[in-house]
């Protein structure tokens, strides 16, 4: 098969087409969550026994309540407080949830970026296809050429055997057809070195394209790990905050129990608590709003932990996507 220039300047520029791989961007169309903005519920604070007597002065002062209805305001105004800070807790498990939105629609925008470098892969193929082509082109123009050889050879003997003979215009014809071979062994060396010459910048960009493929697999598994343990932690976390829920819940049910424990004492003015008793009370009370302080500080932790592993996952998505726009350059 003879080609010329233009016809394979044509071709390469055919494969260059479709080798280049369709734009990802457009072909993405998930919508992402928006997070709505929920109001904050101020905690109310907890207050001490001095803060009890100053927001029920009359009471407190009067002669007429005894010492075991005081301790019940007191303890329905600390039930006020607990209920406030559940409700905060509640809000964050509303935004632990928000949150876990966020990274399935990050899942879902990787998984049609997979979709795309299948695509892509899909492109390479054709092109490695067009690439063979190209090498049975050359097959072809090579067997041509060892074929005009062959003949220039047997002509060449055929003069040697009989040149006695041969007059002066027939060796002329033997020597113009010669010429006329070699010039067309010519024009297929150089159609054969231009074809050599895209053959091998083909070979260089097809190789190419699949180191980058290579590379950008190997960091789709690495984002799809990570993405596992985020989803791990996110279980831990909200079996962590059930437990920490629980823990108040029974809390709750102590100081109710209390209550009606309270509520069974006798309202004679005998019955009263003893100067250790009210300590007594006041060590549960303050070790109890330690416990929740402590609480509250290891929930804001686990929160800030799982924030900033939500920051590098999405940090390695957003990379992961300039790579691959790179790649479709």
């Given at each position: ?19 280049v791989?369709?734009?990802?961007s ?29 927001a ?20 329905q ?23 876990l ?11 049609q ?43 060449k ?9 041969r ?30 010459g ?10 190419n ?8 697999q ?10 596992k ?22 809390m ?78």
């Amino acid at each position: 098969m003879n080609f010329t220039e233009d016809q394979l300047k044509a071709m390469i520029a055919q494969f260059e087409k479709d080798a280049v791989p369709q734009q990802l961007s457009s072909q993405i169309n998930i919508k992402r969550p928006t997070k709505p903005i929920k109001p904050q519920l101020p905690v109310p604070p907890t207050p001490g026994i001095l803060a009890e007597k100053s927001a029920y002065p009359d009471i407190l002062e009067s002669t007429h309540i005894d010492e075991t209805q005081r301790e019940i305001l007191i303890l329905q105004n600390q039930n006020q407080s607990l209920i406030g800070e559940l409700e905060a807790l509640k809000i964050e498990n509303a935004q632990f949830k928000e949150q876990l939105e966020e990274i399935d629609w990050h899942r879902k925008k990787l998984k049609q970026e997979q979709i795309g470098r299948a695509r892509i892969e899909n492109k390479l193929k054709k092109l490695e296809d067009e690439y063979k082509k190209v090498v049975n082109v050359q097959k072809q123009s090579q067997d041509c050429i060892e074929l005009l050889q062959k003949k220039i050879k047997n002509n060449k003997d055929s003069f040697d055997n009989n040149k006695i003979q041969r007059d002066n215009v027939l060796q002329e014809q033997y020597e113009a057809e010669n010429s006329r071979y070699k010039l067309q062994i010519q024009t297929l060396q150089q159609q054969l070195e231009i074809v050599s010459g895209e053959r091998n910048r083909i070979k260089d960009f097809y190789e190419n394209k699949k180191q980058d493929a290579i590379s950008n697999q190997g960091k789709l598994e690495k984002v799809t790990n990570e993405n596992k343990k985020l989803k791990i932690e996110i279980y831990n976390l909200k079996k962590e905050v059930g437990d920490v829920k629980a823990q108040y819940i029974n809390m709750e049910e102590e100081y109710k129990n209390y209550q009606r424990k309270s509520l069974n004492r006798s309202s004679s003015a005998t019955d009263r608590l003893s100067t250790s008793q009210i300590d007594k009370q006041q060590k549960l009370e303050t070790q109890f709003h330690l416990d929740v302080k402590q609480l509250k500080q290891a929930n804001l932790q686990q929160k800030k932990q799982f924030e900033d592993r939500c920051f590098k996952y999405e940090s390695q998505i957003l990379e992961l996507q300039f790579e691959l726009q790179n790649y479709q350059k």
